[in-house]
């Protein structure tokens, strides 16, 4: 059974520039949920989508925006790219919503110049 | 104030000792409570889940957890060096389950 795939993994942009890291997650599972993690913040939840709906977000600025496609697929998209933006972005899946019982992916590392 | 947190470590135990690995929260209507483990370099994955007061055991791990005293932990039973990782604790905040993380703690098993 294929686990969580991110692409891409790696990404260098420039501040200002904006960016989408897409997520497929595993075959049945219905949820996707991205987090950041920096080694300052820890992993730090930005929003989840079941059945193309947005269930839950965290607090993020609306720079950070996501979506969800009728497959489960999801693409998050950060526009407007800080140099604090320089992250490990982390998709994770699971059956329900509303669970910490995740699978995650193994992250979209982006860096901002 | 954070409101899962950890000790960062590192915790340092020998090979074959238990490990405890402990976590605090802050939000008393928090209900549940996750484990992951995160291998340098790699995502996180999950190894124990644990709902209702009192200790959950799968194989070697042993995950406790008190309401009262907002406190879990997790324990690992005859600690290999394959087990050091950072270990994340994770609870549901404010009625939700999804998880809030902690830092985590680097634990290091050595020969």
């Known amino acids: 059974k294929a686990g969580v795939t991110q692409t891409p993994r790696y990404l260098i942009k420039t501040r200002g520039q904006q960016v989408t890291l897409s997520c497929s997650p595993i075959s049945g599972h219905r949820s996707v949920s991205w987090y950041q993690q920096t080694p300052g913040q820890g992993l730090q939840f930005l929003f989840e989508y079941f059945s193309e709906t947005q269930r839950n977000k965290g607090n993020f600025p609306g720079r950070f925006s996501g979506r969800q496609f009728s497959n489960s697929r999801s693409e998050m998209n950060v526009s407007t790219l800080e140099l604090g933006d320089s992250a490990l972005y982390l998709c994770?899946?699971?059956?329900?919503?509303?669970?910490?019982?995740?699978?995650f992916g193994e992250g979209s590392r982006l860096t901002v110049l | 104030q954070k409101e899962v947190e950890q000790n960062s470590g590192p915790l340092s135990v020998p090979e074959g000792a238990i490990a405890s690995l402990n976590c605090t929260y802050s939000?008393?209507?928090?209900?549940?409570f996750f484990w992951y483990r995160q291998y340098s370099g790699k995502s996180p994955e999950l190894i124990m889940f644990?709902?209702?007061?009192g200790d959950k055991e799968d194989g070697r791990f042993t995950a406790q957890l008190n309401k009262a005293s907002q406190y879990v932990s997790l324990l690992i039973r005859d600690s290999q060096p394959s087990d050091s990782a950072t270990y994340l604790c994770?609870?549901?905040?404010?009625?939700?389950?999804?998880?809030?993380f902690g830092r985590g703690t680097s634990l290091i098993v050595h020969p």
């Open positions: 994770a609870g549901g905040v404010g009625g939700s389950y999804i998880p809030t």
């Open positions: 644990i709902y209702s007061n």
């Open positions: 994770a899946s699971s059956r329900k919503t509303d669970t910490g019982e995740l699978f």
């Open positions: 939000d008393r209507g928090s209900q549940s």
